[in-house]
């Protein structure tokens, strides 16, 4: 009987799928009998407590890993402290690591501590994410550098209620800032991650669906670390970030240098490329948009948008959904109801957001009444010399636009 316990207990620990405990425990009903059953459940619980499948092997093998082959030299990793990891791990949420380096050292030296981040100006900020995209990132950022400011003294909370409760950030940010920067034994699960547990495991279903999204959480929290020094944990996190960025990549993993090919499902079946599955395909509707560049000599005229929604907070030119509504625009502004027909139409300009794509027809106006009543500055308008630095945050398209419109007054 010890003979088979044996191998009822090397089943459940090659067995990587996370329901395998399961899968195990029918296949030895069908072999050995309901009452060899109920003593290898009584000996696997007594071994491993959780419903979820322990593989103690893997934070070791990804530990081992990540001493010889991660990251160490990361702008965010000299010093460690709460404040950079955070700001690192807002900036790299849909962005790639070469990506956000220069924004985050520039960020860093504009703004070296949180409270100098919580002091600055909306403006100021925005500017410093010019390009990054997802403003909504740079206006939580803001916003959680006052509440800890003003809720925390200053001190960034080191909960996990806590810290979830700050504007921004998600369970998974939390985690990561938990466990590096506070050493904590908490999971996170970020896109890398997700990749790796799902091919690991062969998890069907998108990871945006809620039932995928706990099976993933619940995996995560299963192949953490146990019992080893607190620094482990942010090696633990840091190591997971970097084989889903390096080896467990979106096209072509590089599986042979993987330290978990031994027991990835998805490896062994052949079947790396259908997992993580795939978002369910939907046409992105279509949108466009007329922007109105008026200009004078090297001065172009630009609006801030409002505070929420598409580039909120950013600056840019007057936008509207038809040339309709932007002549009506045009002649509140004091405009000649036919000054639409000296403009000059700019190229379309694509852009695509997560959730529509933006045809942009900019159209170049002179500016026409030097003494008429619009076109003036106010707390959300301003004329801005092209040749002078803009202190705002300024959409991708518009500061393409704004490289075209200078190129052409040149
Ligand atoms: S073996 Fe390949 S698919 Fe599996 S976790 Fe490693 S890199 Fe990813």
């Not at 072999?31 to 059953?37: P, Q």
């Not at 504007?167 to 939390?174: L, N, V, W």
């Not at 000599?297 to 630009?302: E, K, W």
Request: a neutral charge; aromatic letters at 10%.
């Amino acid at each position: 009987m010890l003979i088979l316990v044996n191998v009822e207990w090397r089943l459940i620990q090659s067995s990587p799928k996370a329901n395998s405990l399961l899968e195990a425990q029918s296949r030895s009903n069908q072999c050995f009998g309901f009452f060899f059953a109920q003593i290898t459940l009584n000996w696997r619980l007594s071994q491993n407590p959780s419903p979820m499948t322990q593989t103690p092997e893997f934070s070791e093998r990804v530990l081992h890993w990540f001493d010889q082959h991660g990251r160490k030299d990361l702008p965010w990793q000299h010093p460690i402290t709460p404040y950079r990891v955070w700001i690192s791990e807002i900036m790299l949420q849909q962005t790639q690591v070469t990506t956000v380096i220069p924004y985050y050292e520039k960020f860093m030296a504009s703004f070296p501590t949180l409270e100098s981040l919580a002091n600055a100006s909306s403006d100021h900020v925005l500017k410093h994410w010019s390009g990054l995209g997802y403003y909504a990132r740079a206006r939580n950022l803001h916003k959680a550098a006052q509440q800890v400011r003003d809720e925390h003294n200053g001190k960034f909370p080191d909960t996990l209620e806590a810290v979830t409760a700050l504007s921004g950030i998600g369970r998974s940010t939390a985690g990561a800032i938990l466990s590096i920067a506070f050493q904590k034994r908490e999971a996170i699960l970020d896109g890398n991650v997700k990749r790796v547990l799902a091919r690991f495991h062969c998890v069907e279903g998108w990871y945006g669906n809620a039932k995928v999204q706990k099976e993933l959480w619940a995996l995560a929290e299963t192949h953490l670390p146990q019992h080893v020094a607190s620094q482990r944990y942010a090696d633990y996190t840091q190591a997971m970030m970097d084989l889903g960025a390096t080896l467990c990549t979106k096209s072509r993993p590089n599986c042979e240098q993987c330290p978990l090919q031994e027991d990835c499902a998805s490896f062994k079946t052949d079947t790396t490329h259908l997992y993580p599955t795939p978002k369910p395909k939907k046409a992105l509707p279509e949108r466009s948009a007329i922007m109105l560049m008026i200009y004078r000599d090297s001065d172009i005229f630009l609006v801030k948008r409002p505070p929420s929604g598409i580039w909120g907070g950013l600056w840019g030119f007057p936008q509207f959904t038809d040339l309709e509504a932007a002549c009506s625009w045009l002649e509140k502004q004091g405009y000649a109801a036919d000054s639409i027909d000296t403009a000059s139409a700019l190229a379309n300009y694509k852009h695509t957001f997560s959730h529509y794509r933006l045809t942009i027809h900019p159209l170049l106006i002179p500016y026409q009444k030097p003494h008429s009543v619009g076109v003036m500055e106010t707390d959300e308008s301003l004329w801005y010399n092209i040749d002078e630095e803009f202190d705002g945050g300024l959409a991708t398209p518009v500061q393409d636009l704004l490289e075209t419109f200078k190129e052409l007054t040149r």
